[in-house]
C-alpha cells in the first residue's frame, strides 16, 4: 500500500517536473531556433548559450502584478490558464516513455490521450470570453474551431492505427513496431500501403492542434493583437505557454508513439528511453522549424485544409486498411 | 463492503476503504458543486463551466466504478465536445452576456419547493428501502470486450442511438437552412 502511494507521489512529480522543464526549455529552444533562421543571437546572455534564461523568466513572471481587466469574468478569467496546463500534464501519466517507465499504463491511453487534449480548446474559449476583449473572442472563436476541425481527422488517422494493431494501449502499439525501422507504422506494409500518408495527416494535424504556426490563426499578432492571451499578464500568460509547449511534446510523443516505434531502435541496438526522447526532440525540433520557415495560413485555407482535404483523405485511409486488414 | 449490511463503524480515514470512500465524496462534492453552477449562475458561459465540472465529477465517478473506457468517452464526448458546442453556441448567438430575464414560470417559487420537496424525499424513500444486490463482475470494462457486448447483444440498441444522432443532425441542418435563405 505505502509502495503504491510513494509510487503514485514519484510519477505526479515526474509527469510534473518532465512537463515545467521541457516547457521552460523549449521556449528557449524555440527562440534559439528562431534567431538562427533569422540570422541574429537569440537568448544568449544568461548563462551559457543562454541556457539561464527560462529560470529568470519564469523568476520575472512569477513576481509580476497580476492584472484582470475591468469587465472581465474574473473566474473564467482566473480559470483558463490552469485549464489550459492541467489536461497537458494528465495526459502524461499514460505516455509510456520505454518498457518500465510509465506511470500509470491503461488499455485505453490513446483515448485518454485524446479525452484530455479535446479539453484545450476549453480553455481557450473561456480564456477569450473571459477577457472581454473583441480580439480575444474572435481569436478564441478562430482557434476552437480549427482545434474542433483538426481533431476529426487526427482520431480517424489514430484509429486507422489502432485497427492495424488492434489495441489503443500505447505499450501494445509500440511493441508492435518492434525489431528494426521496417517494422515501424510509418512504413507502408500489406495493410496499409498508405501509412506514409497517415503519418504526413498525423503530423499535420498534431501541428494544427497544438495552434502552431502555419496553423497559429489563433494567436495572429498583425491581425489580433496576441490572439486569446492578449489581456493575460504574469504567469497567466506563462501557464498558456507552457500548456502550448507541453502539448508540443505530447503531440511528439504520441507521432513517436504510433509511427515511429516509439523507444524501439532503429537497428535494435539499445532499447531505451534515450531512443524515445531522440525521436520526439527530432519531431519538436521540426515543429520549430516549420513555425519558423512557413508564412501563416488563413483562416478559410486552414478550415478548407482540414474539410476538404484531410477529412476525405483519411477516411479514405480508414476504408481502404479496413478492407485490406478484412481481405488480407 | 456490502450496501445493504448495517455499517457498525466507521473505516478510519487513512485506511484503503477510508480513503476511497474520501475519494468517492470529493467526486460526489464536484459533480454536485457543478450541477449547482450550472442551474444558478446568471451568465451563460459560466453555466457551461459548471456543466463541466459536473461532466469532470461524472466520469470521476465512472472510473471509480471501474469502468475507465465510459469515463474517457465522457471526457471526450460531453466534456471535449458537448461543452464546446454550447459554449460555441454561446459566443456566436449572445455578444452580449444577458442576465436572466422574461417571466419567471409557474413552478418557481413555494410550488416549485415543495415539488423539488416531494422528489427528493422519494428518491431518498427508495434510496434507503432498496436492497443493493452485488452482481458479479461480467468483465474487465476494456474497450475490446464493450466492444464485442455492443456489436452483439446489444446491437439494436446502438443502431437505434445511431439513428437518434442521425435524425438530430437531419434536424439540426433543416433549421439551419430555414435560417439560411431569410
Known amino acids: ?328 | 463492503m456490502n450496501p445493504s449490511m448495517a455499517i457498525t463503524e466507521a473505516p478510519g480515514l487513512f485506511t484503503a476503504d477510508g480513503l476511497t470512500g474520501l475519494i468517492f465524496l470529493i467526486m460526489m462534492a464536484v459533480t454536485l458543486i457543478g450541477g449547482l453552477i450550472a442551474c444558478c449562475a446568471e451568465r451563460l458561459v459560466r453555466a457551461v463551466a459548471g456543466l463541466m465540472v459536473c461532466f469532470i465529477g461524472v466520469a470521476a465517478l465512472y472510473y471509480f466504478l471501474n469502468s475507465p473506457f465510459v469515463a474517457m468517452m465522457q471526457m471526450l464526448i460531453y466534456v471535449g465536445a458537448v461543452c464546446i458546442t454550447i459554449a460555441f453556441a454561446i459566443m456566436l448567438a449572445a455578444p452580449e452576456e444577458s442576465k436572466k430575464n422574461g417571466p419567471a414560470g409557474p413552478l418557481s417559487g413555494p410550488l416549485g419547493f415543495i415539488t423539488a420537496g416531494i422528489v427528493t424525499f422519494g428518491l431518498i424513500v427508495m434510496a434507503l428501502r432498496t436492497q443493493f444486490p452485488i452482481l458479479p463482475k461480467v468483465n474487465q470494462g476494456t474497450a475490446k470486450e464493450i466492444g464485442i457486448q455492443l456489436l452483439t447483444q446489444y446491437s439494436m440498441v446502438f443502431e437505434l442511438i445511431s439513428i437518434v444522432l442521425l435524425i438530430a443532425i437531419i434536424g439540426a441542418l433543416v433549421l439551419a437552412r430555414a435560417g439560411r435563405s431569410k
Open chain 1, 1 to 328: 500500500m505505502s509502495l503504491t502511494v510513494l509510487n503514485v507521489i514519484v510519477a505526479v512529480v515526474i509527469a510534473i517536473g518532465f512537463a515545467a522543464l521541457n516547457a521552460a526549455y523549449l521556449v528557449w529552444a524555440e527562440r534559439r531556433g528562431a534567431a538562427r533562421i533569422q540570422r541574429r543571437p537569440g537568448p544568449n546572455i544568461n548563462g551559457p548559450f543562454g541556457l539561464l534564461q527560462p529560470p529568470l523568466d519564469g523568476i520575472k513572471l512569477m513576481t509580476k502584478q497580476i492584472m484582470i481587466p475591468g469587465g472581465a469574468d474574473k473566474i473564467l478569467f482566473m480559470v483558463a490558464p490552469v485549464l489550459a496546463m492541467a489536461p497537458a500534464i494528465l495526459s502524461f501519466v499514460t505516455i509510456p516513455f520505454s518498457e518500465t517507465i510509465v506511470a500509470h499504463n491503461m488499455d485505453i491511453g490513446l483515448l485518454m490521450i485524446f479525452a484530455f487534449a479535446s479539453m484545450g480548446a476549453l480553455a481557450v474559449l473561456f480564456a477569450g470570453w473571459g477577457s472581454r476583449n473583441k480580439y480575444s473572442v474572435m481569436a478564441s472563436v478562430r482557434a476552437v474551431s480549427q482545434n474542433v476541425s483538426y481533431e476529426i481527422p487526427m482520431l480517424i488517422t489514430a484509429i486507422t492505427v489502432v485497427m492495424i494493431t488492434g489495441s489503443m494501449d500505447l505499450k501494445v502499439i509500440t511493441n508492435a513496431q518492434a525489431g528494426g525501422f521496417w517494422h515501424w507504422n510509418i512504413f507502408p506494409s500489406l495493410h496499409s500501403p498508405l501509412m506514409p500518408l497517415s503519418f504526413i495527416l498525423f503530423f499535420i494535424c498534431s501541428l494544427a492542434e497544438t495552434n502552431r504556426a502555419p496553423f497559429d490563426l489563433g494567436e495572429a499578432e498583425s491581425e489580433l493583437v496576441a490572439g486569446f492571451h492578449t489581456e493575460y499578464g504574469s504567469m497567466g500568460f506563462g501557464l498558456f505557454f507552457m500548456g502550448e509547449y507541453a502539448n508540443i511534446v505530447i503531440g511528439a510523443s504520441l507521432t513517436t508513439i504510433l509511427f515511429l516505434g516509439g523507444w524501439d531502435c532503429p537497428f535494435g541496438l539499445f532499447p531505451g528511453v534515450w531512443w524515445f526522447l531522440l525521436k520526439i526532440y527530432l519531431l519538436i525540433a521540426t515543429f520549430i522549424w516549420i513555425r519558423w520557415t512557413f508564412p501563416r495560413t488563413t483562416i478559410y485555407g486552414l478550415l478548407n485544409l482540414s474539410w476538404k482535404i484531410l477529412i476525405p483523405l483519411s477516411l479514405f485511409n480508414l476504408l481502404l486498411t479496413a478492407g485490406l486488414l478484412k481481405v488480407f
